[in-house]
């Protein structure tokens, strides 16, 4: 495939000022650097402050926003850039003409991040798992072991059959934990869930209660999914969005670029950072994926800076990686932004509980979309 450029003529050369570009690309990193930092700070110093904790409503509010500032940038930004590069005059018309590449390679990277969210959620909760176990004393185990057999014999005294149980009487350890999964499962829902924290059934003649933090550790767990599989997702659009941004040498490509960048940065890491922050990780794992993040786009612009005057972004190679990279990043962003980002908290207990809550993020959500998908006209 040929590095040389197919497109020649004075439309593409008119704006052109390498001097006043090499200013603007370094105004562009720290501006972008500073937007970055400032939006995945925000969450992790905050999460001690009372405004803006990660189970506040102001909180819930802003990464409803953010949610909708990445699902505008994979679908208004990334995806229509991958089809213009995959469609571009400069390529053979066989195969990249005749067949939608860029929407197939989108849809590839979203089953694929599918796959990584099934795959890393099993991994950590079995690893959770086999670190509890690891906590329980041996006397502890025997109260539980001596509690549940309580609890189940209560109920078979009354002859009623446990859910999980087996035909000669005797609870497998698979019984068991079916057992606690019916029993998790047949918690009041709809209006009786919401008026109170904390509810109260019974098993038998025994009566306890269970409240709306009872799945932290599985929430912790998907979190620590979450945030590593979304930081992969903006850092792979990143590293595109630094390096095109580095080899243009038009001061008008640039100018626009960096307010719409400053402002990409900022929400995608504010995402970024809640995720990071519900996940609970330690200081030195936070710092690193927080690093990583905000110097991603800079260090790409740089990058792009220092090739600029070899490199050849119009050459036909240059626009297959352009666009298969777009295309994969556009996929694993809308899945993100719509599965763990937006599913995950506007179907929750928590947003279908408080209506003022509900209207509030569902206009965060359009405006952060919007405003996103608004800058495409500039950039």
Same mark, same amino acid.
């Given at each position: 495939?040929?590095?040389?450029s197919?497109?020649?003529?004075a439309?593409?050369?008119?704006?052109?000022?390498?001097?006043?570009?090499?200013?603007?690309?370094? %105004?562009?990193?720290a501006?972008?650097?500073?937007?970055?930092?400032?939006?995945?700070t925000?969450p992790?110093?905050?999460?001690?402050?009372r405004f803006?904790r990660?189970?506040?409503?102001?909180?819930?509010?802003?990464?409803?926003?953010?949610a909708?500032?990445?699902?505008?940038?994979?679908?208004?930004?990334?995806l229509?850039?991958?089809?213009e590069? *995959?469609?571009d005059?400069?390529?053979?018309?066989?195969?990249?003409?005749?067949?939608?590449?860029?929407?197939?390679?989108?849809?590839m990277?979203?089953?694929a991040?599918?796959?990584?969210?099934?795959?890393?959620?099993?991994?950590?909760?079995?690893?959770?798992?086999?670190?509890?176990?690891?906590?329980?004393?041996?006397?502890?185990s025997?109260?539980?072991?001596?509690?549940?057999?309580s609890?189940?014999?209560?109920?078979?005294?009354?002859?009623?059959?446990?859910f999980?149980?087996?035909e000669?009487?005797?609870?497998?350890?698979?019984?068991?934990?079916?057992?606690a999964?019916?029993?998790?499962?047949?918690?009041?829902?709809?209006?009786?869930?919401?008026?109170?924290? %904390?509810?109260?059934?019974?098993?038998?003649?025994?009566? !306890?209660? !269970?409240?709306?933090?009872?799945?932290?550790?599985?929430?912790?767990?998907?979190?620590?999914?979450?945030?590593?599989?979304?930081?992969?997702?903006?850092?792979?659009?990143s590293?595109?969005?630094?390096?095109s941004?580095?080899?243009?040498?038009?001061p008008?490509?640039?100018?626009? *670029?960096?307010?719409?960048?400053?402002?990409?940065?900022?929400?995608?890491?504010?995402?970024?950072?809640?995720?990071?922050?519900?996940?609970?990780?330690?200081?030195?794992?936070t710092?690193?994926?927080a690093?990583?993040?905000?110097?991603?786009?800079?260090?790409?612009?740089?990058?792009?800076?220092?090739?600029?005057?070899?490199?050849?972004?119009?050459?036909p190679?240059?626009?297959?990686?352009?666009?298969?990279?777009?295309?994969?990043?556009?996929?694993i962003?809308?899945?993100?932004a *719509?599965?763990?980002l937006?599913?995950?908290?506007?179907?929750?207990k928590?947003?279908?509980?408080?209506?003022r809550?509900?209207?509030?993020?569902?206009?965060?959500?359009?405006?952060?979309?919007?405003?996103?998908?608004s *800058?495409?006209?500039?950039a």
């Amino acid at each position: 495939m040929s590095n040389a450029s197919c497109r020649a003529g004075a439309g593409f050369e008119a704006c052109r000022d390498e001097s006043a570009a090499f200013i603007l690309k370094m %105004v562009a990193i720290a501006a972008i650097l500073t937007a970055g930092v400032a939006g995945v700070t925000i969450p992790l110093v905050g999460k001690n402050r009372r405004f803006l904790r990660t189970d506040s409503n102001v909180f819930f509010a802003a990464k409803a926003f953010a949610a909708g500032v990445i699902l505008a940038t994979g679908l208004v930004h990334m995806l229509p850039d991958a089809t213009e590069a *995959l469609t571009d005059s400069c390529l053979p018309a066989n195969p990249w003409s005749k067949f939608p590449f860029s929407g197939f390679f989108t849809m590839m990277a979203s089953l694929a991040t599918l796959l990584v969210d099934f795959v890393g959620t099993q991994y950590y909760e079995r690893k959770q798992e086999k670190h509890m176990a690891g906590q329980v004393a041996p006397v502890d185990s025997a109260n539980m072991v001596s509690s549940t057999e309580s609890g189940i014999g209560e109920m078979k005294e009354s002859g009623e059959k446990v859910f999980g149980e087996e035909e000669g009487g005797g609870m497998h350890i698979v019984g068991i934990h079916a057992h606690a999964a019916h029993h998790r499962h047949n918690h009041p829902h709809g209006k009786d869930a919401c008026e109170g924290h %904390v509810r109260e059934h019974s098993h038998g003649s025994r009566v !306890h209660s !269970h409240g709306f933090g009872d799945d932290d550790d599985e929430g912790s767990v998907r979190h620590v999914v979450v945030s590593q599989v979304l930081e992969l997702g903006i850092v792979s659009h990143s590293i595109i969005i630094g390096l095109s941004l580095g080899v243009s040498q038009s001061p008008c490509t640039i100018r626009p *670029l960096i307010a719409a960048l400053s402002f990409h940065q900022f929400f995608e890491g504010f995402a970024l950072g809640g995720c990071i922050s519900q996940a609970q990780f330690r200081t030195l794992h936070t710092t690193l994926m927080a690093c990583f993040f905000a110097f991603t786009t800079p260090a790409g612009i740089a990058f792009g800076t220092g090739i600029a005057s070899f490199y050849n972004p119009d050459s036909p190679r240059a626009l297959i990686i352009e666009g298969i990279l777009d295309s994969i990043s556009a996929g694993i962003l809308v899945y993100m932004a *719509l599965v763990d980002l937006i599913a995950a908290d506007f179907l929750s207990k928590r947003m279908s509980c408080n209506v003022r809550l509900q209207v509030v993020s569902y206009f965060a959500l359009f405006l952060g979309a919007g405003l996103m998908s608004s *800058l495409a006209i500039w950039a």
